[in-house]
């Protein structure tokens, strides 16, 4: 299954499926490059630490190890460059 990003328009919120770091990556890098009209009244929420049965985890794992965490600093760096 491709990943794909469901953003609810009442809570704001992204729900991903068939995640991978490197897609991961790209679509954070997508989010925090985009361009707003006032970025100092947004934030980011990531949703879970360790939600394993919900798929949404950052915590450092068997099968990815640190990979979701350096991707959000790589991304994060990358921004902070320009």
């Not at 006032?38 to 949703?47: G, L, P, R, W």
């Not at 190890?65 to 990358?78: D, F, P, R, T």
Request: net charge negative; glycine share 6%.
């Amino acid at each position: 299954m491709d990943f794909y990003f469901l953003q609810s328009v009442q809570l704001n919120f992204t729900i991903g499926q068939g995640k991978t770091p490197n897609k991961f990556k790209k679509y954070f890098r997508e989010f925090i490059t985009r361009n707003r009209k006032d970025a100092s009244k947004e934030f980011c929420v990531i949703n879970a630490w360790n939600e394993w049965s919900e798929g949404a985890c950052l915590e450092p794992d068997g099968k990815d190890g640190y990979a979701y965490l350096q991707a959000i600093n790589e991304v994060l760096k990358e921004e902070n460059k320009e």
